[in-house]
């Protein structure tokens, strides 16, 4: 099936600085990918759809400009946390769907800001 | 945009004995509904997808069903052990539309 890699699987930051989380797709060209937020003891909550070339397209209540992301390839998107702070700790995963298989997700960030 | 429910938010069973969760959806047009098994710290994982063209599908000791006028499916777990312990998510979308709804999530308990 597709293969979904993500990096890094665990950061720890300090309160004001920015996270940059790669989702790579290895073997499927993804014009589309997709970024989730789970909090603890919670479901997955779509926080984006990246677009290969193009803007991303955020859900209602994501600020844009506090979750940067970057679609520059057809393999590659990146989700950039700027000016971290302790709420936006949790567990970022990436996604691609693709007609054979569905949706496969990338391994996840846990992130925490302190 | 769609609307997915999960009941029951926790599920404990006896090891052997089978756990079945309850989804229900609420855009009519949603046709692909996909299962998955997520454990602590993990990715989730797909275990079983059913899109809306069947009623019913099985692998192994698992099974989903299917009822489109009611707009529910459901998720069968026969002869549970205890590595399927585990939060299980139900999610529904409209197939090739790329989003895809999750519900809140099942905590499974096989108690050995």
């Known amino acids: 099936g597709a293969v979904v890699s993500q990096h890094p699987s665990r950061v720890i930051c300090k309160s004001g600085t920015s996270v940059k989380i790669e989702c790579r797709s290895l073997d499927f060209q993804a014009t589309t990918m997709f970024w989730y937020r789970q909090f603890p003891k919670q479901s997955l909550m779509l926080m984006a759809t990246s677009n290969e070339g193009s803007k991303a397209t955020y859900e209602q209540g994501v600020e844009k400009d506090k979750f940067l992301i970057n679609h520059a390839s057809l393999t590659l998107s990146t989700l950039t946390v700027t000016s971290a702070h302790p709420e936006d700790s949790s567990f970022y995963i990436c996604?691609?769907?693709?007609?054979?298989?569905?949706?496969?997700f990338g391994s996840g960030t846990r992130l925490t800001v302190v | 945009g769609e609307n997915v429910e999960q009941h029951p938010s926790t599920l404990s069973v006896q090891e052997g004995d089978s756990a079945v969760i309850k989804c229900t959806y609420s855009?009519?047009?949603?046709?692909?509904f996909p299962w998955y098994k997520q454990e602590l710290g993990k990715r989730p994982q797909l275990i079983i997808d059913i899109r809306s063209n069947v009623g019913e599908k099985k692998d192994q000791r698992i099974a989903v069903t299917l009822n489109k006028t009611a707009k529910h499916f459901s998720l069968h777990i026969t002869e549970t052990q205890p590595e399927d312990s585990a939060v299980y998510f139900c999610a529904a979308s409209i197939y090739g539309n790329n989003r895809l709804a999750f519900g809140k999530g099942n905590q499974v308990v096989v108690i050995p």
């Open positions: 996604s691609i769907s693709t007609a054979n298989y569905g949706y496969t």
């Open positions: 855009d009519s047009a949603s046709n692909y």
